[in-house]
């Protein structure tokens, strides 16, 4: 499993890669966002573990270019512990986020959950309940059968899948799937998520597509 650590702070990246490194990770290290991101692009990493403060560009301009073209998983280090900040981090991308200072134990056990949902990513293949969609192929299929999917309810499926188990509200499905901002009426996500119920869930006695009142919504097999 390889690790790009982006943190222009010398000692801090140098611990995190020894401790990382002793893990069992092979670590790379860049202390400049421009130099990162490029670094980014062109390897062939696992995780990302970036910094917001840095110099060259920030940690928000770096994921949103990122993002662009990548779905490794981004674990964000902030200093600065807003809920404004943490929202922006994983609006644009991020998905998960370490407020400075924390421990190595800590970050190891962020760095594990997010390489365990790894695999799923790099295939590209999403398997839940008797649902499989193969992202490349933009083919999705219940109980074996075929589903016809419009673009954006292709998108808003594979958000779903990519945080599968974890509640995603109106505003973050808003602005990954439409790219609409924090504010704008997000009627449009209730009704994309009823056809996309329509397709997926109607007429199987398992629904995979939940709403979690007042927070937004998931999808998760209720008998896993
Ligand atoms: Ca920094």
Redesign the pocket.
């Known amino acids: 499993m390889r690790i790009l650590i982006i ?3 010398v000692k ?1 990246s140098e611990y995190l890669k020894k401790g990382l490194t002793s893990s069992g990770y092979q670590v790379e290290v860049s202390h400049d966002g421009i130099d990162g991101l490029f670094i980014a692009q062109s390897g062939d990493f696992d995780l990302l573990i970036l ?5 060259g560009i920030d940690g928000w301009s770096f994921i949103r270019r990122f993002r662009e073209r990548s779905q490794t998983p981004v674990l964000f ?1 902030t ?1 600065r512990d807003t809920v404004e900040d943490r929202v922006k981090g994983l609006e644009l991308g991020a998905d998960d986020y370490l407020i400075k200072p924390f421990s190595y134990a800590e970050l190891l056990a962020r760095v594990r959950t997010l390489l365990r949902r790894t695999p799923m990513r790099q295939h590209d293949i999403f398997a839940i309940g008797d649902l499989e969609v193969d992202i490349l192929k933009r083919r999705a299929l219940r109980g074996g059968r075929r589903i016809e999917l419009t673009n954006k309810e292709f998108a808003l499926l594979q958000l779903l899948l990519q945080h599968q188990g974890e509640v995603m509200s109106r505003s973050q499905i808003a602005s990954q799937v439409w790219d609409m901002n924090f504010d704008s009426d997000t009627n449009v996500v209730d009704v994309a998520i009823r056809r996309l119920r329509a397709k997926i869930d109607d007429g199987f006695s398992v629904k995979l597509i939940q709403t979690v009142r007042g927070m937004g919504y998931r999808i998760e097999d209720p008998l896993s």
């Open positions: 943190e222009d702070e801090s910094d917001v403060m840095l110099p280090l200093a």
